[in-house]
């Protein structure tokens, strides 16, 4: 395999993810090259070619001229196998690179088998091995899901000149708001999820968190439904927590919301579904309905 | 203005999942099926761009087997003035680039302005359709939207990226959107507007009258993910079950 690692930069900064796209080719012993839109000074730190594109002339989002850099980069360095995070910026880039190559895509990579790549299917109740049937594939990667290499080496950077291009506009970033509560500080979270049912059981949620002495959070579904504000909600798009007590009510356990609590040190969750893939990480599953075991867990804290 | 907005139903991933003989995907018996959450965003964005802009036509299209009707009925329900079905019993054989293959022939004559889609799908998350069907197409694709707004003939969009950062970003149209969650709230069909569906146009078309493509990619097996997890599973009476995690939250932590 000749790999090229396409990296990512935002607001100014490479993005740290890029290192698990090296951690990647170097678990697979693969020789690789790597791509960025970036700027000089925020190289990524490891030996080999660095196929650089100025952002300045670039921009941070124009997904048709990063699409035709890659291409460039991906050409001069010989690559079969074309590497993205799944990430905003790579689900978005990478279908654009893979039709361009006439090239599969295998999406969202969570291990390498000799047989092919293991994807997560059905909320990760199940697991698909597949593989591309072109010479050239392109390729996304779970984040979280390949350890990051430790940054070390100085690249040897070969700049990819830039002409103008593109179909969509860029018009800036918006930070969230932030709000009343920093989760982050939390030692106990009690988390709402889809299965709470209807927005007046949130109470039962902070009326437990409140009991143990913590904060109440909640996934996403229920932050978007507008049940619970943004700053409260748990996972890849909101907090990323590490309590000493993570209590998942009615939360299903997607990757996205576990990337925000993993790092808890207890997880408790309640669920009515044993095969929850919360089970995966959590401590204790309580097979329970939350609306039952709320109420009774709080009365017997505070009784 | 024409609208195009690409569904898929999915089945509900409560279900308890069973491998299939071939070892290659799921029973289909015994499980419940839905529209595709993201696209349930997609249906609602289109059906409130038709009705800001008055005389817009609508048409929702979803490949499969025949049980996905009723999801083409619901988008129907949902204010969707036109359904067609691209018949495939197959259809989860087919790889993302075949299906989005499949519906850029559909779409290429038709001169559609803003093309919707859901970001990816709950089953198998690709996440690759909608931006296969934009290049296919040779028009914008604007992904992860969490806000849309057209003004005269340009779309913007807010993107959503990691921990609650978002972009703002513009294309002209033709131009298509991928939704994410949370970009609306999907309505329910009331009974009038259910009635009022099954008057509604639902065109069937074989999937061989649009796909010529091979495959790109071969699924080898479908499996249930090796357990990494140990939770210890705690079933029974709730009051039982109080004390038993309390027992173990004083064990175990510090918090009690
Ligand atoms: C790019 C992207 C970013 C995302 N970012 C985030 C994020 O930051 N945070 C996040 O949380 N999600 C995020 N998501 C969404 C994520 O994929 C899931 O859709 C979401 O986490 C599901 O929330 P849930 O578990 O509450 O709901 P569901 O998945 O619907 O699960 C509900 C659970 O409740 C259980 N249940 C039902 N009734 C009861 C009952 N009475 N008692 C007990 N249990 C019950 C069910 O068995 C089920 O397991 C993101 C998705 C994408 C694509």
């Known amino acids: 395999m000749k790999a090229l690692l396409v990296g990512e930069y935002r607001e100014g900064k490479l993005l740290e993810s890029s290192y698990e796209l090296i951690g990647f080719a170097q678990t697979l012993g693969a020789e690789f090259e790597l791509f960025l839109v970036g700027s000089t000074d925020q190289l990524p730190q490891v030996d080999g070619k660095l196929h650089l594109a100025d952002v300045a002339a670039a921009g ?3 997904p048709a001229l990063h699409k035709q850099l890659v291409l460039d980069a991906a050409q001069k360095a010989g690559a079969d196998t074309i590497v993205f995070l799944h990430s905003s910026y790579g689900w978005d880039l990478a279908p654009r690179v893979a039709l361009a190559l006439n090239a599969a895509q295998v999406s969202e990579v969570v291990e390498a088998a000799a047989d092919g790549y293991l994807l997560p299917a059905c909320n990760s109740k199940l697991r698909r091995t597949v593989k591309a049937t072109t010479d050239r594939s392109v390729v996304t990667l779970q984040v979280g899901a390949f350890m990051a290499a430790e940054p070390g080496g100085t690249p040897q950077v070969e700049e990819l000149s830039v002409a103008a291009g593109g179909n969509t506009e860029f018009g800036g970033y918006e930070q969230a708001e932030a ?3 920093d989760l982050g500080k939390a030692e ?3 988390s709402a999820g889809r299965g709470v049912g209807k927005p007046e059981n949130v109470a039962m949620i902070e009326a437990l968190a409140k009991a143990l002495g913590g904060e109440y959070g909640a996934s996403r579904p229920v932050v978007d439904a507008g049940w619970v504000p943004h700053d409260r909600q748990v996972g890849t798009t909101g907090q990323v927590v590490s309590p000493k007590l993570y209590v998942a009510c009615g939360i299903s356990g ?5 990337a925000g609590m993993k790092k808890s040190e207890f997880v408790l969750a309640i669920n009515t579904d044993k095969d929850a893939p919360i089970a995966e ?3 204790v599953l309580v097979v329970a309905d939350i609306k039952q075991f709320a109420p009774a867990l709080t009365a017997k804290l505070v009784g | 203005m024409n609208i195009l907005v690409c569904i ?7 279900s308890r999942f069973k491998v299939d003989a071939a070892g290659t995907w799921f029973e289909e018996s015994d499980l419940a099926w839905r529209i595709n959450e993201y696209d349930e ?5 289109a059906v409130q761009l038709k009705e800001q802009l008055g005389d817009a036509d609508l048409t929702v299209l979803s490949i499969g087997p025949a049980r996905l009707k009723e999801a083409l009925k619901k988008a129907l329900a949902m204010g969707c003035d036109r359904a067609v079905h691209v018949v495939d019993a197959a259809a989860h054989e087919k790889d993302p680039f075949q299906i989005a293959s499949s519906i850029a022939a559909f779409a290429k004559d038709k001169s559609f302005d803003v093309i919707f889609t859901g970001m990816q799908s709950q089953d198998r998350g690709s996440g690759q359709v909608a931006v296969l069907v934009g290049e296919l197409l040779s028009i914008p694709s604007l992904t992860t939207a969490v806000e849309f707004a057209l003004e005269g003939d340009t779309i913007s969009v807010r993107r959503e990226l990691e921990g609650g950062l978002k972009a703002v970003v513009k294309a002209k149209v033709p131009a298509l959107v991928s939704c994410q969650l949370g970009l609306n709230t999907p309505r329910y069909p009331t009974l009038p507007n259910i009635m009022k569906a099954k008057r509604k146009e639902l065109l069937e078309v074989p999937v061989a009258d649009l796909l010529t493509e091979e495959a790109r990619l071969e699924t080898v097996s479908l499996a249930y ?7 210890l599973v705690l079933e029974g009476e709730v009051g039982d079950l109080v004390e038993k995690v309390i027992g173990i939250l004083k064990e175990k932590t510090a918090v009690l």
């Not at chain 1, 997607?254 to 576990?258: K, P, T, V």
């Not at chain 2, 993910?225 to 939770?231: D, I, L, Q, V």
Request: cysteine-free; charged content about 30%; aromatic content about 6%.
């Open chain 1, 254 to 258: 997607a990757i996205q919301h576990l």
């Open chain 1, 60 to 62: 941070e989002f124009n």
């Open chain 2, 41 to 45: 965003f997609a249906i609602e964005q």
């Open chain 2, 8 to 14: 898929k139903q999915v089945p509900d991933m409560e």
């Open chain 1, 188 to 190: 106990v979270i009690v």
């Open chain 1, 179 to 181: 709000g009343e509560v």
């Open chain 1, 281 to 283: 990480i959590a401590d």
């Open chain 2, 225 to 231: 993910p090796e357990k990494k997890g140990s939770a």
